[in-house]
């Protein structure tokens, strides 16, 4: 199913095409209204009319997090300062947020874009979906909200509320899809486990959209298995409109990252030169049709690789692969990389253990991982116990090459936050 079948399906010359003309748009746009831009481009010695093919995107300045930090409010607004009608900011932990801000065509272009990608796992009128993720500053709420309304869905404004007051919302309107976090999903399973719901038989659900956070395939697979329903992967980030710009369609193989409003560049984290496609880096997002805030070369720290294949299903735009975490989140124990999703990964097989966990670094380079046990299926015994200890702390070594310590703890026992899940805690004293 398609909601614009023509963008959908344009064929690469021309989608090439008209992505070239957006972004000598853009880029004259940010050199007359910008002056971060401006000076960029004065340090670079390029001009506008440089910019003659996509590849001379890569002349472009890249636009870091730092560079948004440092515009902080409105230092990179492309329009007038009474122009937006929306603001988002970033999940900032500390100090001060990254700020976004929309002009109306842009919060049209995003309710577009996420109607596209939610028809796309086939998604129609006939949807009641209930939005899970917060209504706050954070996108995830509003930009599904508005996606959702605009293909018809009888929306649920829900927000992160209770898993007692979501379950009622589910159980009264006839829930058919939610938008939710992985790790909530996961919690949300074992809270109707308690409660003797079953969720094949006891509700309406057919579909999850799960996002926001880093999650193996492992995860998505533990999602569907315990409600029985179709899980897609959604990417999106504050800078780039939120979701709805990066989504599986019904093959579940890679997001289609919607090219006619984004141009995809993949580099090496480390040094910024581009990657040949297909190679796993660092993911790079040009906006092609923003106006009250335009982002040329948008570092977004997330590691992924382009899937240069066709998709099944005729969309042109290209997939992305599962993001396998952000640059940022990389650890090094012992002069080892290694990706909590790795670690993730190797939970997520394992029957026995359940869906919390944390990663501890301490004292010199030491890892720890605490690791929640299944509710159910577990007698408890203590050789049982350290069986599964030896056999994780095996699988780490010949994944990882570190050996870290495992620590079996009871179901439900590890914090579980409201918003994205925190899987890591450094407290080493390097
Ligand atoms: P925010 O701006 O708060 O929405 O956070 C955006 C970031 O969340 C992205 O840059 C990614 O690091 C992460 N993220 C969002 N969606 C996904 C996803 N489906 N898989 C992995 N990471 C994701
Ligand atoms: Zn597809």
């Known amino acids: ?13 021309a989608l090439e095409r008209f992505q070239l003309g957006q972004l000598q748009e853009t880029v004259r746009r940010v050199a007359q209204r910008v002056p971060f831009y401006q000076r960029k481009f004065a340090e670079l010695g390029i001009k506008p009319e440089d910019i003659k093919s996509l590849e001379d995107a890569r002349r472009l300045p890249f636009t870091a997090s730092a560079d948004l930090f440092a515009a902080y409010p409105d230092g990179l607004l492309a329009v007038a300062a009474d122009e ?4 988002h900011t970033s999940s900032g932990t500390t100090g001060k947020p990254k700020a976004v801000f929309f002009s109306r065509n842009d919060i049209n272009n995003s309710a577009e874009l996420m109607a596209r990608s939610l028809v796309m796992t086939g998604v129609t009128h006939k949807d009641v979906l209930q939005n899970m993720m917060s209504y706050g500053l954070f996108t995830g709420g509003l930009v ?54 079953n969720p094949r038989k006891d509700l309406k659900l057919r579909k999850a959209f799960v996002g926001a956070e880093p999650h193996t395939e492992e995860t998505r697979r533990r999602i569907e298995e315990a409600y029985g329903i179709d899980v897609y992967n959604s990417y999106g980030l504050t800078e780039m409109n939120g979701p709805g710009i990066g989504f599986e369609c019904e093959h579940k193989a ?11 560049e993949i580099v090496d984290p480390v ?22 805030m335009p982002l040329l070369r948008y570092r977004t720290h997330d590691i992924t690789s382009i899937i240069p294949e066709p998709c099944a299903c005729g969309r042109t735009h290209r997939r992305l692969n599962r993001i396998v975490g952000r640059a940022d989140d990389m650890l090094i124990v012992r002069g080892v990389n290694i990706f909590p999703q790795q670690i993730e990964r190797i939970l997520m097989s394992t029957p026995q253990v359940g869906p919390n966990y944390l990663i501890v670094l301490e004292g010199l380079d030491d890892m720890a991982i605490q690791v929640e046990l299944a509710s159910a299926g577990f007698d408890g015994q203590v050789e049982h116990l350290s069986g599964l200890r ?30 994205k899940a925190k899987r890591v805690i450094d407290r080493r004293s390097l």
């Open 84 to 87: 937006p009608v929306r603001l």
């Open 254 to 264: 890679g997001l289609h990252l919607w090219e006619d409003h984004f141009l995809i």
């Open 144 to 197: 599904m909200h508005y996606g959702a309304e605009r293909v018809g869905c009888l929306v649920i404004p829900a927000g992160p509320g209770t898993s007692e007051r979501q379950l009622m919302l589910m159980q009264d309107f006839h829930t058919t899809a939610v938008h939710i976090l992985p790790s909530y999903a996961l919690y949300f399973a074992r809270f109707l486990e308690q409660r003797g719901v």
């Open 1 to 13: 199913m398609f909601w614009d079948r023509e963008s959908e399906t344009l064929a690469r010359p």
């Open 271 to 292: 040094s910024g030169q581009p990657l040949p496609e297909g190679e796993r880096g660092e993911l790079v997002l040009t906006t092609l049709r923003r106006e009250a």
């Open 390 to 419: 030896h056999q994780l702390a095996e699988k780490f070594k010949t994944e990882l090459y570190v050996r870290p310590k495992v620590e079996l703890v009871p179901a439900g026992s590890l914090p579980v936050t409201e918003g």
